[in-house]
């Protein structure tokens, strides 16, 4: 009972510690510097919406000033002293303050369509580098099979030798090709190592090997060309991100057209007078005195020529929103050919999985009666070797069809942006 139970206990932390193609795309979500960074500038895009949204509201201000002069003024006092307090109101300002702030807030809606683009790229990159390296396990499996083979007919042959049924060439022969082959089994490794890292450096953890699952089956549905055409202009960031940017752009000139209207402002103050430190009134002899005033003010201002400044201003935004506009009709593009590409790999790959699986049977076959031939010194070590040769195209052709499939289908993904 003890036993079963040590040994389901091991099965559970195994499984806990196994890395899948979800975690490790989540693992890179966390830990991407890049992301972080453009969460930043999203968090600064919207203190900058929270500074301009400031020109809706008042201002107030309070002063205090006092002078002492060497000499008395005509009131013959030498100290001066004025406590101001001072409300202003912006009463209509052409609809600057309108069409920046929302401007702005196109800027903001860019940035966090810019940080779902980085997001799905990322998500791509982590199921591309994993995919990668599970190709290259996968490969290096082939190739120290490879290895295996080879050893065994080398030892074959060793034995054929001694009973001099065979050419010491044709001992040689394998000899040679074995060596041929471990030098492709150390290729083999250094990719797994390369591709190991590549998404370590993703997910900042070590990977261990051992722990990767292979990611389930995932296919494609619905491969009509115009439904997932649609569906990707309807969903990539990238497009609304340039589309968000033209709209900034657009507020912009109409936040240059401002100059065009008259600008009001509404100012209120409140001064209290003194003739001593603590304002506490001043007296104008047989004139009086003050001790307070209240005064309210409009003003009505419009600027009659800037030196064609707003002309200028006005020339930019529109130049901008040309580009943009030329840059939405080119990402299109690049999204259609993006698909067709990844849709028409997608059937070359399922029919090269199909034709490798049936090619991998056959090889087999025709390595064992090869092998057997072989060592009834009915087939010579060439026919042995080339057996052995196509065996391992074989399997490297399935290797490769399966995972071009998975890496397609992870295309697809980032084409529509799932």
Do not use: C
Not at 146 to 168: G, R, Y
Not at 329 to 337: M, N, Y
């Amino acid at each position: 009972m003890k036993n079963k139970l040590l040994l389901l206990s091991l099965i559970t932390v195994t499984n806990l510690m196994a890395l899948n193609m979800d975690e490790a795309v989540e693992k890179a979500l966390n830990s991407s510097h890049t992301l972080k960074s453009q969460e930043h500038k999203i968090g600064s895009s919207k203190a900058n919406e929270a500074l301009l949204g400031a020109s809706y509201r008042p201002t107030a201000s309070v002063g205090y000033s006092y002078a002492n002069r060497d000499f008395s003024n005509f009131m013959k006092t030498s100290e001066e002293s004025v406590f101001n307090v001072s409300v202003d109101y912006n009463l209509f300002n052409g609809f600057y303050d309108k069409y920046t702030l929302e401007s702005q807030k196109h800027q903001t809606a860019s940035q966090k369509w810019l940080l779902q683009s980085n997001i799905a790229d990322l998500k791509q990159l982590t199921r591309t580098r994993y995919l990668n390296l599970l190709q290259a396990l996968k490969s290096k499996t082939v190739q120290d099979e490879a290895v295996t083979l080879l050893e065994k007919q080398l030892q074959d042959s060793q034995n054929l030798l001694n009973q001099e049924m065979i050419a010491k060439s044709k001992y040689l022969k394998v000899k040679v090709e074995l060596q041929s082959t471990k030098q492709a089994q150390l290729q083999a490794s250094s990719s797994v190592t390369n591709a190991k890292n590549a998404l370590a450096s993703l997910i900042q953890e070590n990977i261990h090997l051992e722990e990767l699952q292979e990611p389930q089956a995932n296919h494609v549905v619905d491969t009509s060309f115009d439904n997932l055409y649609t569906k990707s202009l309807e969903k990539r960031s990238e497009l609304k991100y340039l589309e968000a940017l033209k709209k900034s752009q657009e507020s912009s000139i109409d936040a240059v057209n401002s100059v065009y209207y008259p600008k009001v402002g509404l100012a209120l103050d409140y001064n209290k007078y003194g003739d001593e430190v603590l304002p506490n009134g001043v007296s104008y002899g047989a004139l009086g005195s003050m001790e307070n005033e209240v005064v309210g003010s409009v003003n009505i201002s419009y600027d009659l020529y800037s030196g064609g400044k707003a002309n200028s201003q006005r020339m930019i935004h529109k130049s901008q929103v040309l580009s943009l506009t030329e840059d939405i009709e080119q990402t299109k593009r690049d999204i259609k050919l993006q698909l067709q590409q990844a849709l028409e790999q997608l059937k070359v790959s399922q029919g090269q999985i199909e034709v490798a699986q049936g090619s991998i049977v056959e090889a087999q076959e025709h390595y064992r009666i090869t092998n057997n031939r072989y060592k009834q010194q009915l087939d010579s070590t060439t026919d042995l070797l080339d057996a052995r040769l196509l065996l391992t195209t074989a399997q490297n052709n399935l290797t490769l069809a399966e995972y071009a499939y998975q890496q397609t289908v992870v295309d697809i993904e980032r084409v529509l942006e799932e």
